[in-house]
């Protein structure tokens, strides 16, 4: 008698895994078990269209209530996994109950990153990761009035654009010395203060967040280390998160900045596979082992472990891409710039049409797009196929992307 | 409500009443039609939705921004004239009876 797959984590990685499976003619048993109460739905818009009202529970689950016994796919919502036994092939949950696997996929996620000072837990201290938690945010948004957002990313600039749109004061305190630093080029950074600036978002970086005060167990005031204060009702905080690795760990698999895994997304055990957000994996764009927290990545390893499970495996070779929504404005990126060492322009700043081309020495390896989308297209299809192009021809306009890609894909390979 | 009617691959077609302003994506997504993928949600950022408009609507629907443009160069399968994003097309009762066919992939 087989055991199937068991997926533990029912995010985008763990939902696309049972999915996949299934479109791949897998034919076993599918369990699909996580910790939230909820069926699998997208993390994108609760930063984004959810709390601003525009977007409801039921427009983004992933799929309806009904997709999971309509595939076969046994779906344990509400549960956590407790332990791994990889003796005998089990998972055990909170209840006591055990899972048998024959394939066991780790989509576990990550988890916030807590702000590390005194008057963290106060009352109005709020983070976003679950549905759970984006519901909070929102009714706390009702009535709150001053809000600083800690941590200028992704997720706490997302915020900071919605809490602004629903007229609030908004102040943004980030640490380094600018605005997702840890992912785009400074001309960009520039960009998106300024955005928000206009706007009326106050942006402070180099904002050291030493303590916050409250008064009756609420909020009240965040202080720097440079003794700057700034009053708040409500604070949002989004400095990042920790991966899930803890059941990987306590089950004696390797973990390095997450659950460590080769490039089949395979872990030392070969009957266990991680994925997603929890899993740092060998990237051939990066050139290095790395852990991403994207859509496109929890997508695509899910694919690609899903292809081996139903023996049809192939190395996981996607390029990575993100996106950011604040205001109006979209960022595409495609690619990893970290180790970038030169970059050139198309556009500009000044037209909000602009294209960021980073390079390693002569290597194109990753293009940041704002309300230039044919160019982070192109370029996800000149990074995917690493088809030669110089600094100085993506500076030049008139040399035509797309054209250049399609002599590339029609040259005869060796 | 008007109807919207996916065929697919195979030419096995669905008929699906559609509550007006729902896009096409979504609504195959609630009505289990497969072949729809939609990986980033209808944010045009990946080219899983993508459908071939039948010729007698392709002309009445409202063009296509530049985001689903570009993001339609990069479909699993080739984009064709009548191409679009089903997350972009948002049902209304001057689309009554529309035909979408869903190509061969999403990915």
């Known amino acids: 008698m087989k055991n199937g797959a068991v997926i533990v984590g029912t995010g985008q990685a763990g939902f696309q895994t049972a999915a996949s499976l299934r479109a791949e003619g897998f034919q076993e048993s599918i369990t699909l078990i996580g910790e939230e109460p909820h069926i699998p739905y997208q993390r994108p818009p609760l930063s984004k269209d959810f709390p601003l009202g525009t977007q409801d529970f039921e427009s983004i689950e992933l799929r309806p209530k009904n997709f999971y016994a309509d595939h076969q796919i046994n779906l344990i919502a509400g549960e956590r996994a407790t332990a791994l036994d990889r003796t005998t092939r089990q998972v055990t949950l909170a209840s006591g109950s055990r899972v048998p696997y024959d394939e066991l996929v780790l989509a576990t996620g990550a988890r916030n990153r807590l702000l590390p000072v005194k008057g963290a837990e106060l009352d109005g201290v709020l983070y976003l990761r679950s549905l759970d938690e984006a519901v909070a945010l929102k009714e706390r948004l009702k009535t709150a009035q001053e809000i600083v957002v800690i941590g200028g990313g992704f997720v706490g600039l997302e915020l900071a654009a919605v809490a602004c749109s629903l007229g609030k004061s908004v102040t943004v305190l980030e640490a380094l010395p600018r605005l997702m630093s840890r992912v785009v080029a400074p001309i960009i950074s520039d960009f998106y203060r300024e955005l928000h600036s206009n706007k009326g978002v106050k942006v402070f970086c180099g904002a050291y967040v030493s303590e916050i005060t409250g008064a009756s167990g609420a909020v009240q005031e965040v202080a720097l280390s440079d003794g700057r204060r700034f009053s708040a009702d409500l604070i949002l905080v989004g400095i990042g998160v920790v991966p899930n690795s803890e059941l990987a760990r306590d089950a004696g698999l390797r973990i390095s900045n997450g659950i460590a895994v080769n490039e089949h997304l395979q872990t030392d055990d070969e009957n266990i596979f991680a994925i997603g957000d929890c899993a740092e994996h060998p990237c051939i764009f990066a050139g290095a082992r790395i852990r991403l927290e994207s859509v496109q990545n929890a997508a695509d390893q899910a694919q690609c472990v899903a292809a081996t499970i139903a023996s049809r495996p192939a190395p996981y070779r996607a390029l990575p891409w993100f996106w950011t929504d604040q205001f109006d404005i979209k960022l595409q990126m495609a690619g990893i710039s970290h180790g970038h060492n030169r970059i050139v322009t198309r556009g500009n700043p000044e037209s909000r049409k602009l294209s960021v081309f980073y390079f390693r020495e002569t290597q194109l390896v990753a293009i940041d797009s704002i309300n230039r989308p044919l160019d982070h297209m192109i370029g996800r299809k000149l990074l995917a196929a690493a088809v030669p192009l110089t600094p100085d021809q993506a500076a030049d306009e008139s040399v035509d992307l797309k054209q250049l890609e399609r002599a590339f894909a029609s040259q005869p390979k060796p | ?107």
């Open chain 2, 1 to 107: 409500m008007p109807k919207v009617i996916y065929v697919s691959p195979a030419g096995d077609s669905r008929e699906i009443e559609v509550a007006t302003g729902t896009t096409v994506m979504a609504a195959a997504l609630k009505n289990g039609i497969d072949g729809i993928v939609a990986e980033c949600g209808g944010v045009c950022m990946c080219s899983t939705c993508h459908v071939f408009v039948d010729e007698k609507f392709f002309s009445r629907l409202p063009p296509a921004q530049d985001t689903e443009e570009a993001v339609l160069e990069i479909s699993a399968v080739e984009r064709r004239p009548t191409s679009r994003l089903s997350c972009q097309i948002k049902v209304t009762a001057d689309l009554d009876g529309l035909i979408v066919r869903l190509p061969e992939k999403q990915r």
